[in-house]
T-cell receptor
Framework: GQNIDQPTEMTATEGAIVQINCTYQ??????LFWYQQHAGEAPTFLSY????GLEEKGRFSSFLSRSKGYSYLLLKELQMKDSASYLC????????????FGGGTRVLVKP | DAMVIQNPRYQVTQFGKPVTLSCSQT?????MYWYQQKSSQAPKLLFH???????NEADTPDNFQSRRPNTSFCFLDIRSPGLGDAAMYLC????????????FGQGTRLTVV
């Protein structure tokens, strides 16, 4: 089976940093994805982690700890356009071609 | 250039009247997915194709069917839409589904009247 947990909502101020946590329990591990989804639009790929550690990509970074079943997405220098839902997805090893999402975290950036 | 194209962007259908949503891709990816997303919820996987192999999710209602006549096209058929089927339907593709990202179309927003 597969279980993914994320906070439902977070609010932060423009220019600040926000960390979105994702914990998972899955049969096997095949990597962890983060997607961004603006309201009314399709999800877009942000990052993929398969090894432990931090991957940095501009203002966005993603961290993974496989032993803890834990990841976070770090958004720095927040901009108003970062207001969106952030979806964590962990494909189970036994069904590598099946991508299912956690509930998503809605981030609201305030001026 | 759009790589995963869904038509139409908005679809209105009558209660109980069959409707088909279409998806095409120019990426030549092996895997195509259909997701249903209701307001303020995460996308929910309905089914996916790996090449011609169809994989249905256990909790996908029989009312939802899919066809993939070739690599590029995939269709979602809703045989008898109910009011509860009003949602955004997202099509996505991935090269082989393992360790590769999924690319999403812009979705079709279905309204049932």
């Amino acid at each position: 089976g597969q279980n993914i947990d994320q906070p439902t909502e977070m609010t932060a101020t423009e220019g600040a940093i926000v960390q979105i946590n994702c914990t998972y329990q899955t049969s096997g591990f095949n990597g962890l994805f983060w997607y961004q989804q603006h309201a009314g639009e399709a999800p877009t790929f942000l990052s993929y982690n398969v090894l432990d550690g931090l991957e940095e990509k501009g203002r966005f970074s993603s961290f993974l700890s496989r032993s803890k079943g834990y990841s976070y997405l770090l958004l720095k220098e927040l901009q108003m356009k970062d207001s969106a839902s952030y979806l964590c997805a962990v494909p189970p090893l036994a069904a590598g071609n099946k991508l299912t999402f956690g509930g998503g975290t809605r981030v609201l950036v305030k001026p | 250039d759009a790589m995963v194209i869904q038509n139409p962007r908005y679809q209105v259908t009558q209660f109980g009247k069959p409707v088909t949503l279409s998806c095409s891709q120019t990426l030549n990816h092996n895997v195509m997915y259909w997701y249903q997303q209701k307001s303020s919820q995460a996308p929910k996987l309905l089914f996916h194709y790996y090449d011609k192999d169809f994989n249905n999710e256990a909790d996908t209602p029989d009312n939802f069917q899919s066809r993939r006549p070739n690599t590029s096209f995939c269709f979602l058929d809703i045989r008898s839409p109910g009011l509860g089927d009003a949602a955004m339907y997202l099509c996505a593709t991935s090269r082989d589904g393992v360790n590769t990202e999924a690319f999403f179309g812009q979705g079709t927003r279905l309204t049932v009247v």
